[in-house]
């Protein structure tokens, strides 16, 4: 479960099946002061967002960067090969409900703020 400020904007890609995958970076801060100097310290913690189908339209309609959202879902990490040939990493979040938190939407109110997603865990990259 994750609380923060989408980076950028939702980005949509569809498939020939008629299904999209949409994603997104999340910003979550911790803050805390800093007991030997009393500074308040900020750090902010990025993750990559995906979401399948009707909930990847419905945020990229309604989310502007900025926007806060709660999210909940998995973590999954997926592996490749470079073009270098190294061995690559990427940490996802895969959202399974996830509720507008911002006070405006992008174009008007959504009729489901907060949204199950469909779908099951195989995703065509």
């Not at 400020?5 to 569809?14: A, M, N, P």
Request: hydrophobic residues 25%; glycine residues 8%.
């Amino acid at each position: 479960m994750l609380i923060g400020h989408l980076g950028d904007e939702v980005k949509l890609r569809y498939f020939d099946n008629g299904g999209c995958i949409g994603r997104f970076p999340l910003a979550t801060n911790e803050s805390y002061t800093n007991k030997q100097t009393g500074e308040q310290v900020t750090n902010t913690e990025w993750h990559n967002i995906v979401l399948r189908n009707k909930a990847a339209e419905t945020c990229e309609k309604y989310l502007n960067k900025g926007d806060k959202l709660f999210v909940e879902g998995r973590i999954k990490t997926r592996k490749w090969q470079g073009d270098d040939g190294n061995p690559r990493y990427s940490t996802e979040i895969h959202v399974d409900e996830f509720t507008f938190l911002s006070n405006r939407p992008k174009d008007s109110t959504p009729q489901e703020q907060n949204s199950p997603v469909d779908g099951d865990d195989d995703l065509p990259f």
